[in-house]
């Protein structure tokens, strides 16, 4: 009755799943009480780890006892030893699977000592990836947009992928690390991939039936035109009756197709995408319509908050993007639908490697929110660059949450592809993987979470190279930073693809990207006295704290104020010496990285020592690049030297 | 016998033939003499001219004789007019050809008093365009690489146009211009367009076919790596006797559907293309191996000089991209076989508004040259703005031509293509018709010349018509410098598709091309004494002249010197300040000819009237864009103000 455990294709990588991790568990005897159709895969899972390492199924004296005592739709479960025996208890199938995991993530440890009754619970109930894949190959974009691990894992060509024994795996890891929800096409909808919402459905259905034995529910992107695109109507004003009608049965079709269909996600209104502007409504018109067709079903509407002027002029400075998400969506606080959960990014920007904390979400608290982070490296190096991303994600989560979370859900933009390591860069692995145990538990420690990743990934690594892979990653995401765009104050790259520097690639574009960088001083000044005003949308502290150069973090000086070179920071340098600095320092942590993961040749599988030496080789060169162009950029403009006398071209 | 005139399609410009072109000439009685296939083409033309207008072709009492006396391949013609009898002579069709054109171009006056026998013969025996036409469209380039002018004349998504007709009123119209050479794709030769030169070469033979009663022979682009490409040997080494031999077959094979086949257009070891470098051989051993497959059938290869270091490191000084083909080039002087002819752009970098002329067009006394100018508008406004180029090409032409033209042939890339036009914007066609008759006589008047296109394209034109057109053209070249790169500095345009401004756009790319601003100064050192020696590359008294600020023309210095911002030009202007006024001016010319447009709607037909008025409201939004974005960076770079006090952002 239940689906075997996924096969992965020779040379594609177990990533956090190899088959050492489940030694612990595989040798023991386990007892599994419950059904369902969760229960079924976790009844899979051990008996494939008991085969394999020598343990077995048994009706009596267990030492490992897995129970479901219902069938409701809980997430959490109960662990405890005593009397030598482990047990893993859930009050449904969803709950038992992620006590099934938690005690892969002990390994050993689970059946050593005695251990409390203590209920695990996702602090978040929704912890959803975002893929921005197209169906058909996007001109420009490609197959899977902002990809950087080749294809897409669930189209091709534009088709469906027949065989989907690689999805089943990717639910699995997914699973593994507690993530239970995927949009499985690009927020940018285009010809071929709107019409999976109606004749092409089927395909969306397959896909979320490789996917459900994982505890994953599939969510599928529309375009907000498709009563247009798609039902040949003349409008799609989200109050037109039609309307409504045409999404109402559109809708019950999908569920027909889907029955645990989880909704659907909505980029509207922005970088060219229609939406409810168009006819003069709301975003919250236009997400309600939409949650109303979902509510019978007990589906959501993902509204992306991502809503801005992509056609300003870089003359204007009286508007900011940075406050556009907040202009826009504050005064519809409220007026969301309990089932249209607000998707807003974690910076007011666009995931560049350092913002602040969007202001957007503490400001909602009458509106469902989810935080949306970038694991796919769009500005982070393109998994080119190692760049782990946990400490900046971490920091996001505990920005505003000393009185709880202020916000309801979780997404990433997945960085997984059809790619034999999964990532691109083996790892960036490690960003898919700390994305779902942050969403389970916002105040985990990163630091531990990259430890776990490292025990299940490389099960039984000698000291030294447990050492060296915490060494090139725990500090990754400062190190890119040092190296890319100084102070918080961003989109410093090649413009479109967004991979290496161009200091004013955006700097006279419609983007609303800016740096003002002049001959005396640098920065954009948001302040509420002098700038944009957009230091004013937090809450205290934040909105003092950010107002003065004084009192604003040295990392995000230039995102809120202008200010001399010859500023001096808190740090005790000024902001040209610190600009050289980091640039020197950036690279110089690159090369020694470099030669840490050298030396673990002999202690690192052949292909992925290659993969990670070679994409090292072009970090270096990268870095080299931005160093360089940075410091000769800000050279040329301030013509203060080097204090250091270091080359600078 | 003869083809019949070709007729336009419905909506299709006749550009400088309108039917009204023909009034003068077709209301004689004329007497033809001679025989051939172009003295046909002028029998077809004299006949038609005629049936329009009210003249006939005679036998006796003619008021114009065009008489073919024999049928060698000379263009030159006599015309005189006495007794009231105009007469062409030629001693075969093709000079007939020219001196029927010339009598059209004449026009009334051709009918008119005296006028002394003379001969008319052009200055340069090849007067050739290159389109940089693909076969198959290009997923980056498109179908016409550097097109703006619709699609192309010849080709269309991978195969050759079944009508022949555009193509045969093409060559007509160019043959009127004095043009008798066309390359019919692209020099950078991808997989579709290799197979021209052989399996396919029956669509380069239609094309031929369409092209020669014009006296139009046809060239191919060929890829120097053919003999592996399409021939499966395993070297393309030009001194390797298979593939000497196979070029001898397939040439052997080109001429036998061809037989006036004009030869190849290569461009080797250029930008990626393969060439003789590979093998360690020189450009002349690759040139000559073609010459000599050629060299039985009268053909030419055309061997681009256009070789460089596109992979050039910014921070490498020492290196200069301007000097890369006199460097390359200048050593192999007398090496090359009589028909390779080294195709020279006219500048030594890459068709900027403003360049220098390339100093090893008067360095390669023994080696035959075509200097290469660019008809389609890359960098000068790419169709969307007026930019008449005929001032500059006739600098160009007449430097260092005080002891007779230092090279053979003169080659333009075509701005035409399928656009009812032609030339995507209307007032671009001058363009075009003014490169075939500077090709004809490179000491020509430009502004004569435009008077000639004018009366020719807007025939019997009211005088403010006239004076509208030559306003709005006469000085846009200058215009289109102004509001643009200051003081010959260029390349400060977007890279990749080169619209619009980006000052800093290839200043840290592998180009070579940089202009090195800072807080200080701006411009290439290239003087001998401190520079890159480039300017030690010209003959006395350029070599003296460029080699100080002091004497270098205003317009080069930026190419030639780094100065201070406050450096005092001959115009008595500071550099920054000339900056400033050019740009403020550029523009306030643009807005001066829109309004010279807007004012003779009247007297142009409305859709060219629309057309061109269209242009000019992108030619003014990009030309502020210009003018603002360089003053902004060089204000905020250099902190010196506007003296005027006008806006700068």
């Known amino acids: 009755m239940s689906l075997p455990v996924p096969v992965l294709s020779e040379g594609v990588d177990p990533a956090w799943l190899p088959e050492e991790a489940f030694r612990a568990l595989g040798g023991r005897r386990i007892l599994i009480r419950?059904?369902?159709?969760?229960?079924?895969?976790?009844?899979?899972e051990a008996a494939e780890a008991c085969a394999r390492f020598g343990g077995a199924l048994v009706s009596k004296d267990p030492e490992l006892v897995l129970e479901s005592t219902g069938d409701d739709e809980s997430e959490a479960f109960t662990l405890g030893r005593r009397d030598g025996r482990t047990t893993v208890t859930a009050s449904g199938g969803r709950g038992l699977l992620y006590g099934f995991f938690h005690v892969v993530r002990l390994g050993a440890a689970a059946f050593e000592g005695e251990r409390q009754l203590r209920e695990h619970r996702p602090a978040l109930a929704v912890r959803m990836l975002d893929h921005w894949d197209n169906v058909a190959v996007h001109p420009v974009m490609g197959q899977v947009e902002r990809g950087y691990a080749g294809g897409s894992l669930f189209w091709a060509d534009g088709r469906a992928r027949g065989d989907l024994e690689r999805v089943r795996a990717y639910g699995r890891l997914l699973a593994a690390c507690g993530i239970n929800a995927v949009a499985v096409n690009n927020v940018n909808v285009h010809a071929a991939e709107a019409r999976l919402l109606t004749d092409r459905i089927g395909e969306v259905a397959d896909i979320a039936g490789a996917?459900?034995?994982?505890?994953?529910?599939?969510?599928?992107?529309?375009?907000?035109?498709?009563?247009?695109?798609?039902?040949?109507?003349?409008?799609?004003?989200?109050l037109d009756d039609?309307?409504?009608?045409?999404?109402?049965?559109?809708?019950?079709?999908?569920?027909?197709?889907?029955?645990?269909?989880?909704?659907y996600v909505v980029k509207a209104d922005s970088e060219g995408q229609p939406g409810p502007f168009a006819y003069g409504r709301s975003h919250a018109d236009g997400a309600n319509m939409l949650a109303a067709a979902l509510r019978p079903y007990g589906g959501t509407v993902h509204w992306r908050a991502f809503v801005y002027d992509h056609r300003q002029d870089w003359r204007d400075r009286a508007t900011d993007r940075a406050r556009a998400a907040y202009d826009h969506f504050v005064p519809l606080d409220g007026e969301f639908a309990a089932n249209a959960v607000l998707q807003v990014k974690h910076g007011p920007m666009d995931f560049q490697v350092r913002e602040p904390v969007s202001p957007l979400i503490s400001a909602m608290s009458h509106t469902a929110l989810a935080v949306e982070l970038q694991a796919t490296q769009e500005y982070t190096?393109?998994?080119?660059?190692?760049?782990?991303?946990?400490?900046?994600?971490?920091?996001?989560?505990?920005?505003?949450?000393?009185?709880?979370?202020?916000?309801e859900e979780l997404v990433a933009v997945s960085n997984a592809g059809d790619d034999p390591f999964w990532t691109g860069h083996p790892l960036a692995q490690a960003n898919l993987y700390t994305f779902g145990r942050l969403a389970w538990r916002p105040d985990a420690d990163p630091g531990g979470i990259l430890d776990e990743w490292i025990g299940l990934t490389f099960p039984g690594a000698p000291g030294r190279l447990a050492d060296g892979l915490r060494s090139v990653l725990d500090g990754s995401w400062r190190t890119y930073e040092k190296y890319t765009?100084?102070?918080?104050?961003?989109?410093?790259?090649?413009?479109?693809?967004?991979?290496?520097?161009?200091?004013?690639?955006y700097e006279y574009s419609p983007w609303g990207t800016y740096h003002f960088a002049d001959r005396d001083g640098v920065g954009v000044d948001r302040s509420r006295a002098t700038g944009?005003?957009?230091?004013?949308?937090?809450?205290?502290?934040?909105?003092?704290?950010?107002?003065?150069?004084?009192s604003c973090p040295d990392e995000l000086l230039l995102f809120f104020h202008h200010v001399p070179y010859g500023h001096v920071l808190k740090s005790g340098r000024t902001v040209i010496q610190h600009i050289y600095d980091t640039h020197f320092e950036g690279v110089e942590e690159v090369e020694r990285a470099r030669k840490v993961w050298a030396s673990l040749a002999d202690v690192v599988a052949p292909e992925r020592h290659a993969r990670v030496a070679e994409r090292y080789e072009e970090q270096l060169r990268s870095a080299r690049e931005w160093r360089d162009q940075i410091n000769s950029y800000f050279f040329r403009k301030s013509g203060v030297p080097d204090g250091r006398g270091r080359t600078i071209y």
């Open 532 to 550: 944009t005003g957009y230091a004013g949308q937090y809450a205290k502290p934040w909105a003092e704290v950010y107002e003065s150069p004084e």
């Open 485 to 505: 765009a100084p102070l918080g104050v961003g989109f410093m790259v090649q413009p479109g693809h967004h991979y290496g520097p161009s200091v004013d690639g």
């Open 34 to 44: 419950g059904s369902g159709p969760l229960v079924e895969t976790v009844h899979a």
């Open 242 to 263: 039609g309307v409504r009608e045409w999404w109402a049965g559109a809708t019950a079709r999908v569920y027909e197709a889907i029955p645990d269909f989880g909704g």
């Open 381 to 407: 190096g393109q998994q080119r660059h190692v760049c782990w991303l946990g400490p900046m994600w971490s920091e996001v989560l505990r920005f505003g949450a000393r009185d709880g979370l202020p916000f």
């Open 211 to 238: 996917l459900r034995p994982y505890g994953i529910r599939t969510h599928l992107s529309v375009t907000f035109a498709a009563p247009m695109v798609l039902g040949g109507r003349e409008t799609a004003d989200p």
